[in-house]
T-cell receptor, first 114, second 115 residues
Framework: GAGVSQSPRYKVAKRGQDVALRCDPISGHVSLFWYQQALGQGPEFLTY????????KSGLPSDRFFAERPEGSVSTLKIQRTQQEDSAVYLCASSQGQGGYEQYFGPGTRLTVT | AQKVTQAQTEISVVEKEDVTLDCVYETRDTTYYLFWYKQPPSGELVFLIRRNSFDEQNEISGRYSWNFQKSTSSFNFTITASQVVDSAVYFCALRVGTGGFKTIFGAGTRLFVKA
């Protein structure tokens, strides 16, 4: 498939556990984005990568959230010491660039913290 | 600051009715991009359309049409002759600047199309 893929699709974590969410963008897309979508809300920006450089992480809710894209392709969003308020769908998107380029979204990872 | 408002939380129509989803945006920048996305029950956001701030031409694509009016900061989306498969959550979004990357989404409008 040529689309954005994310794994796992569903993750249940006990409060305090660490989790890692993976995103495989469309091949050749330099821009990669992470969003958090709470139930009944629109996606909210978390962080942005251009190739391997993390250009903006202003949307990360706390220092428990960490994202990386070491080789400019696959990205991982890590959440340490998960809390109940972290429960949400985490969406990854990729695009050919900034500005007016449309973003292509993956199916998301639904994280439930119990 | 930028903001996107979708005042309609839910809309319910009967198949074949026309329906308009409203979107009002706020930005002080002169260069910006507006988007509409569809999120079906499967959860994956699907890109529908992009408009830049310098192009106010309305657009029609099959049963879909978009009305962009800078004077009222609105970018409304109309589905003509709605079908059950149109049932989804629709998001309007704003991105500012030619080098912009942060996309601001509205809260979405959930559309129910009944047979």
């Amino acid at each position: 498939g040529a689309g954005v893929s994310q794994s796992p699709r569903y993750k249940v974590a006990k409060r305090g556990q660490d989790v890692a969410l993976r995103c495989d963008p469309i091949s050749g897309h330099v821009s990669l984005f992470w969003y958090q979508q709470a139930l009944g809300q629109g996606p909210e920006f978390l962080t942005y990568f251009q190739n391997e450089a993390q250009l903006d992480k202003s949307g990360l809710p706390s220092d428990r959230f960490f994202a990386e894209r070491p080789e400019g392709s696959v990205s991982t969003l890590k959440i340490q010491r998960t809390q109940q308020e972290d429960s949400a769908v985490y969406l990854c998107a990729s695009s050919q660039g900034q500005g007016g380029y449309e973003q292509y979204f993956g199916p998301g990872t639904r994280l439930t913290v119990t | 600051a930028q903001k996107v408002t979708q005042a309609q939380t839910e809309i319910s129509v009967v198949e074949k009715e026309d329906v308009t989803l409203d979107c009002v945006y706020e930005t002080r920048d002169t260069t910006y991009y507006l988007f509409w996305y569809k999120q079906p029950p499967s959860g994956e956001l699907v890109f529908l359309i992009r408009r830049n701030s310098f192009d106010e031409q309305n657009e029609i694509s099959g049963r879909y049409s978009w009305n962009f009016q800078k004077s009222t900061s609105s970018f409304n989306f109309t589905i003509t002759a709605s079908q059950v498969v149109d049932s989804a959550v629709y998001f309007c979004a704003l991105r500012v600047g030619t080098g912009g990357f942060k996309t601001i989404f509205g809260a979405g409008t959930r559309l129910f199309v009944k047979a």
